[in-house]
């Protein structure tokens, strides 16, 4: 298995996993905001570090979304059901910074 390969994170699935998890909130109105981002634009987008094999990716799923907010300015992306996923975490930017 070389360095880039990732395993399917489907238990049971031993394909490799060629493509990435995220999650992304997009800004869905034209008003004026404080970050400047215009409409669809987003204000984050994390990758989990979970990856799908072709066959799961593309063959249909049902997503399980909980949000939990947590006042640290930081999206966290847990996989939850799965092989372990260590969850991951990034900064959310903020215009000018
Ligand atoms: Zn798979």
């Known amino acids: 298995m070389s360095p880039d390969h990732r ?3 489907i238990p049971g699935c ?3 996993g060629r493509n990435k998890l995220g999650v992304r909130c997009r800004v869905w109105h ?3 905001t404080a970050h400047g981002k215009g409409k669809t634009a987003a204000l984050w987008a994390p990758d989990a570090d979970a990856f799908l094999c ?3 990716a593309l063959g249909g ?3 399980t979304l909980l949000y939990e907010p947590d006042s640290s300015g930081r999206t966290t992306v847990r ?3 799965a092989r ?3 969850p991951r975490s990034v900064q959310i930017k ?3 910074s």
């Open 7 to 9: 395993q399917c994170v």
């Open 30 to 32: 034209d008003q004026p």
């Open 54 to 56: 072709d066959e799961h």
């Open 14 to 16: 031993p394909r490799e």
């Open 94 to 96: 903020e215009r000018g």
């Open 79 to 81: 996989v939850i059901g």
């Open 84 to 86: 372990h996923v260590e």
């Open 61 to 63: 799923a049902t997503i």
